[in-house]
């Protein structure tokens, strides 16, 4: 696998420093890295993980901590996407995005894709891994079906409205919560929004482009038709909503025909 450059020197000058913490049980990476596919853009997901009774300690200390293994530039708390334990960073002077996610050996094992082990201690960090399974985060498309038609409605009435920003942020939750994770399950590769598509599924992704529009009301109302469109035709085998679907298209095809406010 090649590391970019700066990735590769950021990950020699830092791991030293990290393991000479005798709380810290073994360091890893995620993401592209852990996948063998970075590029100068990737970040680098690090895993800090941490015995289980010096936990809370080193996480009252997380920020101090990452400014002395790093040049600290700027970073917060991953509280916005549900993972508190993640503080997300700008290093410098280079600046290279860099997620330290700090965990407890005893949660290590808890993953859905496998990391790469950089350093450990004694071990601990491969038997934890060996000791629990893969767990795969399967699309729950029930879930989006049951929803689906009620965005759908909600996209209406914002055009309806006027109100082209809701719409233009509408189309893009869209793409990553639910065109983008159905693209992928047909791909075979884990749902991350949209991220890669248009290398794993460039056929799909080229046919998502329908979706993005300019702040014009027409041209919005033609997106979300598309949305509509390329929704019926990947969605897998659910139980539709039938009745929510006739009526939310026919509300929305009501809002279009009118030209709303």
């Known amino acids: 696998m090649t590391v970019p450059t700066l990735h590769r020197e950021f990950l020699d000058d830092v791991l030293p420093k990290i393991s000479r913490d005798p709380r810290v049980a073994g360091v890893a990476v995620g993401g592209s890295i852990a996948h063998g596919e970075p590029d100068v853009y990737s970040?680098?997901?690090?895993?800090?993980?941490?015995?289980?009774?010096?936990?809370?300690?080193?996480?009252?200390?997380?920020?101090v901590l990452i400014g002395s293994w790093v040049d600290l530039v700027a970073g917060f708390t991953g509280e916005h996407v549900g993972e508190p334990r993640l503080v997300i960073t700008l290093t410098g002077p280079r600046l290279l995005h860099v997620d330290f996610k700090f965990v407890r050996v005893a949660d290590f094992g808890e993953r859905t894709s496998d990391p790469k082990i950089l350093w450990e201690r004694d071990g601990a960090l491969t038997r934890a891994l060996t000791a629990a399974p893969l767990a795969k985060e399967p699309l729950d498309e029930q879930w989006l079906e049951d929803r689906f038609w009620v965005w759908v409605h909600y996209a209406a009435t914002k055009l309806g409205r006027g109100e082209l920003f809701d719409v233009l942020g509408f189309l893009a939750f869209l793409r990553e919560t639910v065109l983008g994770p159905l693209i992928a399950a047909r791909a075979g590769i884990s749902p991350r929004g949209v991220r890669r598509l248009e290398f794993a599924a460039p056929e799909e992704a080229r046919e998502l482009r329908a979706t993005v529009c300019g702040y014009d009301t027409k041209e919005a109302g033609a997106a979300v038709l598309a949305s509509i469109e390329l929704y019926r035709r990947w969605r897998g085998d659910v139980e539709r909503r039938d009745r929510a679907e006739e009526l939310a298209v026919r509300y929305l095809a009501d809002v279009l025909e009118s030209g709303g406010r």
């Not at 970040?43 to 009774?53: E, G, H, K, R, S």
């Open 43 to 63: 970040d680098v997901d690090v895993l800090v993980v941490v015995a289980d009774d010096a936990f809370d300690a080193v996480t009252a200390e997380r920020f």
